[in-house]
């Protein structure tokens, strides 16, 4: 390992390596991005939403194909709406906002390996298998929410780990949970109960007594709290038991809109695709099981075993 070590470039900065990690990302990421139409379901629905936003200027309450859109927040179809308005409407505008999002979460994750282990070696090569991981290229290329919801949650544990020399990164904090909440719903309460879990085996609770987390907590969570409102206010009763309910805590158990899967199906979905770097996966858990009294450590347990735990339980493909 040290040998390797020696092969990076010692003249870099870090600035250099992360805007590296960003133009190779952006680069792949945006490589004939609007050569393929759209899929039938997931870019087609975020498509035909921004579309109808674009049109109509009812930012608000999106709709689709005319009817009231309660599924999932706004801002990936807010942004894909705004890439419409400054550029037109087509494939490559449309996947504009999720790819840029995603490739950006190649060079937070660099940063988040140099908080964890304060060597370059093993932030260079996460951010690598990143940038070439299968499932990651290929679904943060598409006009889809996951890639998006994962550069967020990269955002929060980085700004997690910067408050241990700064408490102002705490601001982030409250931040990345509101973009997560606007993007993804619920799925804001799994991602935040990892890194209160982390919090806590980081011994860093003292975190929350902070004024900066409150306030990031307060500017992150206005936004969201008043679009839930408005939408409240507008749909009634029937948005909760849409937006909540079938479309979040049903997923657990039941198939959404006639798509079905069985127990496990996300699980086996990331480890099909993750060759050739899924071999390495193993041997790091048992790697993170030694070293599980250090932060690094404690972090990749939590978030493997909670989100993995988590999305095998969905039986839905949705």
């Not at 011994?203 to 907590?217: D, E, K, P």
């Not at 809109?257 to 480890?271: I, K, Q, R, T």
Request: hydrophobic share 50%; net charge positive.
């Amino acid at each position: 390992m040290s040998k390797l070590a020696r092969t990076l470039h010692p003249s870099l900065t870090e600035t250099q390596y992360f805007l590296g990690f960003f133009l190779l990302a952006v680069f792949l990421w945006f490589i004939s991005l609007g050569d393929l139409p759209l899929r039938d379901w997931d870019e087609g629905t975020r498509g035909l939403i921004a579309r109808e936003i674009y049109r109509s200027g009812d930012w608000l309450y999106p709709k689709l194909q005319g009817k009231p859109y309660l599924l999932k927040p706004p801002l990936m179809d807010w942004l894909i709406a705004l890439s419409y308005k400054l550029w037109g409407v087509g494939e490559f505008t449309t996947r504009l906002p999720g790819a840029f999002s995603s490739a950006c979460g190649v060079p937070l994750l660099y940063f988040v390996g140099r908080e964890l282990f304060r060597q370059r070696l093993p932030a260079v090569l996460a951010a690598s298998v990143y940038l070439t991981l299968l499932p990651v290229v290929r679904h943060g290329r598409l006009a889809m929410l996951d890639g998006m919801v994962v550069t967020f949650f990269l955002l929060l544990i980085g700004c997690l780990l910067k408050t241990r020399q700064d408490r102002r990164w705490a601001v982030g904090i409250g931040i990345s949970l509101g973009l997560i909440a606007f993007t993804k719903g619920i799925l804001v309460l799994l991602l935040g109960a990892i890194a209160f879990l982390f919090l806590l085996a980081d011994n860093q609770l003292v975190l929350l007594r902070s004024r900066y987390f409150w306030i990031g907590i307060l500017f992150g969570t206005t936004p969201v709290i008043a679009w839930y409102i408005a939408q409240w206010q507008h749909y009634g009763a029937t948005f909760w038991e849409v937006h909540i309910q079938a479309q979040g805590l049903a997923r657990v158990s039941e198939s959404v809109e006639g798509n079905s899967g069985s127990p496990g199906y996300y699980v086996w979905e990331l480890l099909k695709y993750s060759l050739p770097w899924l071999f390495f996966w193993f041997g790091g858990l048992v790697l993170a099981w030694k070293n599980r009294r250090k932060s690094w450590g404690s972090l990749v347990l939590i978030g493997t075993v909670g989100y993995l735990g988590s999305i095998s339980l969905r039986g839905t493909t949705a």
